[in-house]
């Protein structure tokens, strides 16, 4: 069958037909709810009280708003059969996947409409208190499975093959690690941080540290990684979480997941210095975000140092000197990489809606230049720091 | 055309089928020239003097003295494919290929017989002036150009994909990496060395170093590496020098091929202490090797940055500081692999002529310990070389 977009006519009986969920007879509502520029998203649901629900995310070829804007449809097999990957080594940490259509480009899977975007929740102020655990278990569960050290070398470089990934990489090559230190075209600068923006583009120690974290993102195939893991590709409740969106995994540096969150929580920090503005619970809040992000390291390398011991047997890799040497270098990389996703959403095209929202432009620059700031120091001590509470000191004593 | 291994009968009129070499009417002459276990090599000649000749090499599915050792004719394509991307960014320093037979897994290419291999030129006690230059240009050129660097990252990843060479990757992870650092059932150890060995295997400091070194192997998607660039894979004349049999090629770390060769050329100094242990020429020959040695990291280096200058404009990689920080960890791992590459060769499974050739079991085995002692300080100290002069002093300096 030729590819063919989905409508909100078709794709109920669509999902009847390929997913076993729904009752033979019962009556479907179907709603087109994407708000993305690249799938549609349509939720299917039974019109009977209680009736089930899945969710269905059809790829593009183009932009839906402008259609020269090409995506290859490739992306969908990537982030397809990631889900399905995810479901069987970090179970319940992302949606089910009921149903993959290759030909249509279309993933079936489970409704988590009682959920809402990590980020969303972040910026409302909300405690999520299974956050780090949950982030931690599947950071450690999905690098250590996919590494060298948790699959068999021999697997491990097979499924490298299928996971080569080269546009999506090419977008985070170009917006992570290159634009934001020079006069792109495509760079977002506020006039009020324009000058210590422009200071990152001479600042050549800086720079140079960049170049090093861009050329492992480029060439160490280390793990299968999601590669976009913001706070944006993360569903939330008070008790659950969700890791979804993983269209740009390939297999890179652990370090860049790691980083992807650890950054993003700071950036969320640093701009309740706003939301919270007028509040009691705003040292408290960002007390909480920083136990989360501490939290996501310990337990992270609590579980990957289990992972470790339980399971590596082999002679070179089950020595605890090399066990430790490793444990330091994702160290620095997480943090490194922790820096550069901070940088890129302060003067890169893609922004956060956590200081996107700031109206003040004096407190928004406030915050954007702590973020720079903090993003340097994480980029250029990173191999300096030898705990996670030196990386939260250097959090704690800036001077907001 | 089912694949069917050739002989010495149908060779002959299989290269003049293929290949545009010979003249419709000649007189071929054929012979199976191979001493390999897994390939079939004829040369086929033209019976007029001064007639042209070739070589076919045909991969086996399986080993010759042994058809339960499955070997995958895959390799085949990695060796053709190589040759002719050498052909194209290293010419005249690789054989040249006229043909390649996808079915028959069978290359036709140049007859490189008024060469020897280097290994045995070297221990024959040969000069070769132009050596270390023609190595410092094929390793700058074939690793600067299948690197981000030389070659379009979209590019790269597609041909990454390419080479993605599993097998023989394993045979590298388990024969230089792993086996020589424990009790290995294919080990071979002279019983004049055993304590020597067996220190290794308790040296967590030094297993601790091979493993960063293992995982970079297998991890870091450098280059387009030839995989096994020992004195063995090199052809020489007192003019030319050709580099061949890449089947190991893979997306690697530069400083595997870089190390090869350079640990190979420190084997072939220490076994002069025997092969030219009578001789007045000793020292000299001696001093010729660490002049190559040198130089071949020395022209590696220059043509190397010469290429970077020269080409290199993207914001991130054109920064000088970045390629010096490149440069000084080329040169680390460069260092490790070079001391790797020489242990295995002591106590692995396959060793080499240089050594084995001594037959004195004590010169033997004070070379032998020489040589694991040199290796360590190579992996342990890398990262504290900062010049060829300091890695060339260990060598010196060394007691023999």
Chains 1, 2 share one sequence.
Not at 3 to 31: M, Q
Not at 93 to 119: G, H, N, Q
Not at 360 to 369: C, G, L, M, P
């Amino acid at each position: 069958m030729a590819y063919e977009t989905l409508t909100e006519k078709t794709a109920g009986e669509y999902a009847r037909a390929k997913a076993n969920i729904f009752s033979k007879n019962s009556e479907l509502e179907c709603k087109e709810i994407g708000d993305g520029n690249l799938n549609l998203v349509f939720r299917v649901k039974e019109k009977t009280p209680g009736g089930k629900s899945v969710i269905i995310k059809q790829s593009m070829p183009h932009a839906r708003i402008d259609k020269s804007i090409i995506a290859p449809l490739e992306r969908a097999d990537i982030e397809s059969e990631m889900l399905v990957l995810y479901n069987q080594i970090t179970p319940n940490l992302s949606p089910k996947i009921y149903f993959y259509d290759k030909e249509e480009y279309a993933i079936i899977m489970e409704d988590l409409s009682a959920y809402i975007v990590l980020r969303k929740g972040l910026i409302r102020g909300n405690l999520y208190p299974h956050l780090a655990e949950h982030m931690g278990e599947f950071l450690a569960r999905s690098l250590f499975f996919t590494s060298d050290l948790g699959l068999d070398p021999l697997k491990k470089k097979a499924m490298q093959k299928k996971f080569i990934n080269p546009d999506l990489c090419k977008i985070t090559e170009d917006l992570v690690f290159s634009n934001p230190y020079f006069d792109a075209s495509n760079n977002k600068i506020d006039p009020e941080i324009r000058t210590r923006a422009e200071r990152n583009w001479v600042d050549d120690e800086l720079k140079s540290a960049v170049a090093v974290l861009k050329e492992k993102f480029m060439t160490q195939g280390q793990a299968l990684i999601h590669g976009d893991l913001h706070t944006g590709s993360v569903f939330v409740t008070a008790d659950s979480t969700k890791i979804f969106d993983p269209e740009f995994a390939f297999f890179g540096p652990m370090g860049f997941d790691i980083g992807a969150i650890l950054g993003n929580v700071i950036l969320n920090y640093l701009s309740q210095e706003w939301h919270l503005k007028n509040s009691d619970n705003k040292k408290a809040y960002q007390r909480y975000l920083l136990d989360t992000f501490r939290g996501i390291w310990m337990i992270f390398s609590h579980r990957f140092r289990e992972l470790w011991n339980s399971s590596v047997t082999t002679p070179m890799e089950s020595n605890p000197v090399y066990r430790e040497n490793y444990m330091k270098r994702l160290f620095s990389d997480s943090i490194g990489y922790a820096g550069c996703k901070m940088a890129r959403r302060i003067v890169g095209l893609a922004q956060v809606e956590d200081i996107r929202s700031i109206p003040d432009a004096e407190v928004r620059a406030k915050v954007q230049i702590a973020a720079l700031d903090i993003s340097r120091e994480f980029i250029i001590q990173r191999d300096k720091y030898y705990s996670i509470e030196d990386v939260i000191g250097t959090v704690q004593n800036y001077p907001l």
